[in-house]
């Protein structure tokens, strides 16, 4: 009820659809009939009904044009669509490109056909897989939907995309952004891009329902009645599954239909979503993949999925002592051999030193290297990504021959990269899993000595007998990024295999962890109880949350989404110092047009160039400068601190950071980097902590 009066608000306080009229009192005007006229008038503008559809589509026509030669659903579709003949909780576990997404968007269609659900809302984890999703996502909406509508892209940074706001229609597609319709304008506006009947973001905009912030209660409201697909679910620490766990409880509540996907998913992570469903599994659980569990009421029933069409594949595994470099050597031999190679590091520190030795052991300097990581100002980025998705996505005439992508998380999953060899820091179970989905994803010819899919693991060496802080050194920074246990579990589960055969063998990976820890070495006996520990607090964290208390948590997303969160800041590089003469400012991005601002005022061009050209940091890096920034800069973009990028130097001249303890670096081909400076001591409210390696 809080989140629809604020709906109602916020059309009722538009002057546009509700004028002021000074001659005549409210009440003269605005009659109970004109009241009602007005309110419909704003409603259809913004498109605020239920959808319509067109129905019986084939699953053909949902996603291919008309030209397009038929094709039948696969099992695992053909069974998620049987299954959603009610509204209720569906959990798909099936392997990397089984069609989930596809599957998922199908049942969306019966349910909007046959249920009272009148919208939807795809989440993935990052901002960059939503982005990729939002696409496809609006050539699905484009084949159903009979009426005039809207689709939004909910995320931080959303704002900076030219189609976050789309309308479309059965008779014409439009994509021109925020002019395109009184509805796209309004949608445009800061919280309301989840309101729209459709839309696609990440899974923290959903999770802000649930908890404590401010407009939790409009957030509720406005994913009520959806369906809503949670994908990548696998990914999740322990805070944020109970905060998932607890969305699903009150999105059924709600009148959604919640759709699961995940490629990943241990058992013991499945039985805890239908109990807070508030259903029960019966025991033993099922060892089937895939697999689909269907929760409606106190209901829970499995049903495997056997699909002929899945293609086993054997993938090859040697285990490298990751203190040994020589790895190096051979990436640069099998890239000038002929092989597309993907190297994922945990770090982003370690990604840029990885490609850098790269670069240098390569004796043919017209192979391609590239890296991907988050550290890379926001326009740069967004080429990066889309070169490297080019390069080593589906269309063979753009693949090179034989190229390295050193990355970092951000092609873990959802991303369509090829590798003819992958090469892989130690990572959780569910994750490495994941990284191998990048490994001969298409079928198609491969240089020799890489016909057959091969992974190179580099395993940290470790006495996991000793004390957890001699662990933790021993392990590296991947020890700050993932719980030393994970890693433990993950090593014993992988280093004695010489290969592992996909998607059979996913299960067994998946549920080895569980039987090893009743037996563990002292040290890593020690690391589990502290895990354990941590895991109780965050779930207990998580539970404090609710929409009904207090909403005083800043609605910033991963801010109350992700346990622990380290607080982070924007680096805005410029070409060159800003000048200030009169009351004007010019300011020079690094990349795009100057800008000329007038004191006092706001200039959206600058305020999105300035985005364009942000780097994400640890705060603790910029603390000292945040106070020296000039006054417009905090009108146009929160919590950042300006650098200047010399011509001749990579160090980075942060305005007003004289007594930075950091030097920060820029350089086009590795992102922003940074080291310590000798004898400076940081402020003694400032932590710092090696988190910030991620």
Same mark, same amino acid.
């Given at each position: 009820?809080?989140?629809?009066?604020?709906?109602?608000?916020?059309?009722?306080?538009?002057?546009?659809?509700?004028?002021?009229?000074?001659?005549?009192?409210?009440?003269?005007?605005?009659?109970?009939?004109?009241? &009602?006229?007005?309110?419909?008038?704003?409603?259809?503008? @913004?498109?605020?009904?239920? &959808?319509?559809?067109?129905?019986? =589509?084939?699953?053909?026509?949902?996603?291919? /044009?008309?030209?397009?030669?038929?094709?039948?659903?696969?099992?695992?579709?053909?069974?998620?669509?049987?299954?959603?003949?009610?509204?209720?909780?569906?959990?798909?576990?099936?392997?990397?490109?089984?069609?989930?997404?596809?599957?998922?968007?199908?049942?969306?269609?019966? &349910?909007?056909?046959?249920?009272?659900?009148?919208?939807?809302?795809?989440?993935?984890?990052?901002?960059?897989?939503?982005?990729?999703?939002?696409?496809?996502?609006?050539?699905?909406?484009?084949?159903?939907?009979?009426?005039?509508? @809207?689709?939004?892209?909910?995320?931080?940074?959303?704002?900076?995309?030219?189609?976050?706001?789309?309308? %479309?229609?059965?008779?014409?597609?439009?994509?021109?952004?925020?002019?395109?319709?009184? /509805?796209?304008?309004?949608?445009?506006?800061?919280?309301?891009?989840?309101?729209?009947?459709?839309?696609?973001?990440?899974?923290?905009?959903?999770?802000?329902?649930?908890?404590?912030?401010?407009?939790?209660?409009?957030?509720?409201?406005?994913?009520?009645?959806?369906?809503?697909?949670?994908?990548?679910?696998?990914?999740?620490?322990?805070?944020?599954?109970?905060?998932?766990?607890?969305?699903?409880?009150?999105?059924?509540?709600?009148?959604?239909?919640?759709?699961?996907?995940?490629?990943?998913?241990?058992?013991?992570?499945?039985?805890?979503?239908?109990?807070?469903?508030?259903?029960?599994?019966?025991?033993?659980?099922?060892?089937?993949?895939?697999?689909?569990?269907?929760?409606?009421?106190?209901?829970?029933?499995?049903?495997?999925? @056997?699909?002929?069409?899945?293609?086993?594949?054997?993938?090859?595994?040697?285990?490298?002592?990751?203190?040994?470099?020589?790895?190096?050597?051979?990436?640069?031999?099998?890239?000038?051999?002929?092989?597309?190679?993907?190297?994922?590091?945990?770090?982003?520190?370690?990604?840029?030193?990885?490609?850098?030795?790269?670069?240098? /052991?390569?004796?043919?300097?017209?192979?391609?290297?590239?890296?991907?990581?988050?550290?890379?100002?926001? %326009?740069?980025?967004?080429?990066?990504?889309?070169?490297?998705?080019?390069?080593?996505?589906?269309?063979?005439? $753009? &693949?090179?021959?034989?190229?390295?992508?050193?990355?970092?998380?951000?092609?873990?999953?959802?991303?369509?990269?090829?590798?003819?060899?992958?090469?892989?820091?130690?990572?959780?179970?569910?994750?490495?899993?994941?990284? $191998?989905?990048?490994?001969?994803?298409?079928?198609?010819?491969?240089?020799?000595?890489?016909?057959?899919?091969?992974?190179?693991?580099?395993?940290?060496?470790?006495?996991?007998?000793?004390?957890?802080?001699?662990?933790?050194?021993?392990?590296?920074?991947?020890?700050?990024?993932?719980?030393?246990?994970?890693?433990?579990?993950?090593?014993?589960?992988?280093?004695?295999?010489?290969?592992?055969?996909?998607?059979?063998?996913?299960?067994?990976?998946?549920?080895?962890?569980?039987?090893?820890?009743?037996?563990?070495?002292?040290?890593?006996?020690? $690391?589990?109880?502290?895990?354990?520990?941590?895991?109780?607090?965050?779930?207990?964290?998580? =539970?404090?949350?609710?929409?009904?208390?207090?909403?005083?948590?800043?609605?910033?997303?991963?801010?109350?989404?992700?346990?622990?969160?380290?607080?982070?800041? $924007?680096?805005?590089?410029?070409?060159?110092?800003?000048?200030?003469?009169?009351?004007?400012?010019?300011?020079?991005?690094?990349?795009?047009?100057?800008?000329?601002?007038?004191?006092?005022? %706001?200039?959206?061009?600058?305020?999105?160039?300035?985005?364009?050209?942000?780097?994400?940091?640890?705060?603790?890096?910029?603390?000292?400068?945040?106070?020296?920034?000039?006054?417009?800069? #905090?009108?146009?973009? #929160?919590?950042?601190?300006?650098?200047?990028?010399?011509?001749?130097?990579?160090?980075?001249?942060?305005?007003?950071?004289?007594?930075?303890?950091?030097?920060?670096?820029?350089?086009?081909?590795?992102?922003?980097?940074?080291?310590?400076?000798?004898?400076?001591?940081?402020? #003694?409210?400032?932590?710092?902590? =090696?988190? #910030?390696?991620?």
């Amino acid at each position: 009820m809080t989140g629809f009066v604020t709906f109602c608000d916020w059309i009722g306080s538009n002057a546009d659809w509700f004028p002021l009229y000074p001659e005549l009192s409210l009440r003269d005007h605005y009659t109970p009939d004109t009241a &009602r006229a007005g309110a419909e008038r704003a409603v259809e503008l @913004i498109g605020w009904h239920r &959808r319509s559809v067109f129905p019986s =589509l084939s699953f053909s026509r949902l996603f291919a /044009a008309p030209e397009v030669p038929q094709f039948a659903p696969r099992p695992l579709q053909e069974t998620l669509i049987a299954l959603a003949d009610q509204p209720g909780l569906y959990i798909v576990e099936a392997p990397m490109g089984a069609g989930k997404t596809e599957a998922a968007l199908a049942a969306a269609y019966r &349910r909007w056909n046959e249920g009272d659900e009148r919208g939807l809302y795809f989440a993935l984890p990052t901002q960059l897989t939503s982005n990729r999703i939002h696409n496809r996502v609006s050539e699905f909406l484009d084949h159903v939907i009979a009426d005039n509508s @809207i689709q939004t892209l909910a995320h931080g940074n959303a704002w900076l995309s030219e189609n976050r706001v789309r309308s %479309f229609s059965p008779a014409q597609t439009s994509t021109e952004g925020i002019d395109a319709t009184e /509805a796209c304008r309004w949608f445009t506006s800061s919280r309301k891009p989840l309101l729209a009947p459709f839309g696609t973001g990440t899974i923290d905009q959903a999770l802000m329902a649930c908890i404590g912030a401010k407009h939790s209660a409009l957030r509720l409201f406005a994913l009520s009645g959806k369906v809503v697909v949670i994908d990548e679910v696998h990914s999740y620490d322990p805070y944020t599954s109970a905060l998932v766990d607890q969305l699903i409880r009150w999105l059924l509540e709600v009148g959604c239909t919640v759709i699961v996907l995940s490629a990943t998913l241990a058992a013991k992570r499945r039985r805890q979503m239908i109990e807070k469903a508030g259903a029960f599994e019966p025991d033993p659980p099922p060892s089937d993949y895939p697999l689909i569990t269907k929760v409606v009421g106190e209901t829970a029933t499995h049903h495997p999925v @056997i699909d002929p069409a899945i293609v086993e594949t054997k993938v090859h595994l040697l285990h490298i002592d990751s203190a040994d470099s020589d790895f190096i050597e051979s990436v640069a031999r099998a890239a000038e051999s002929g092989a597309c190679v993907v190297v994922i590091r945990n770090t982003v520190a370690t990604a840029q030193q990885t490609f850098c030795a790269i670069k240098e /052991a390569l004796c043919d300097d017209t192979i391609q290297v590239g890296l991907l990581h988050s550290r890379f100002p926001h %326009f740069q980025r967004q080429q990066n990504e889309k070169h490297w998705m080019d390069l080593l996505g589906r269309k063979p005439a $753009l &693949r090179p021959p034989g190229c390295v992508l050193v990355a970092t998380q951000v092609v873990e999953q959802s991303v369509d990269i090829d590798a003819d060899l992958l090469v892989t820091d130690l990572a959780p179970t569910d994750l490495l899993l994941q990284r $191998l989905g990048r490994l001969h994803r298409h079928s198609r010819p491969r240089p020799p000595g890489f016909e057959s899919a091969t992974c190179w693991i580099l395993q940290p060496t470790v006495d996991w007998h000793t004390k957890p802080k001699v662990i933790r050194e021993a392990i590296g920074a991947s020890a700050y990024i993932y719980p030393p246990i994970a890693l433990y579990l993950a090593q014993e589960v992988w280093r004695k295999r010489k290969s592992v055969t996909l998607p059979t063998g996913i299960r067994e990976l998946l549920e080895s962890p569980e039987s090893l820890m009743t037996s563990l070495p002292a040290g890593a006996k020690k $690391l589990a109880a502290e895990l354990e520990t941590e895991t109780g607090n965050m779930i207990s964290s998580a =539970l404090r949350q609710g929409p009904f208390k207090e909403p005083n948590l800043p609605d910033t997303e991963g801010a109350q989404t992700r346990y622990n969160m380290q607080p982070s800041a $924007l680096l805005i590089l410029l070409r060159k110092p800003p000048h200030t003469q009169s009351h004007e400012t010019v300011v020079a991005p690094l990349e795009g047009p100057q800008q000329t601002i007038t004191a006092g005022s %706001f200039n959206y061009d600058l305020a999105k160039l300035l985005h364009e050209n942000a780097v994400r940091i640890p705060a603790y890096l910029v603390y000292s400068a945040f106070s020296q920034q000039p006054d417009w800069l #905090s009108t146009h973009i #929160s919590d950042a601190v300006l650098a200047v990028c010399s011509t001749d130097s990579i160090a980075l001249d942060v305005i007003g950071g004289e007594s930075l303890t950091h030097q920060l670096f820029y350089h086009p081909e590795q992102g922003v980097s940074y080291e310590k400076i000798t004898g400076r001591i940081p402020p #003694s409210e400032v932590s710092e902590d =090696l988190d #910030s390696w991620f």
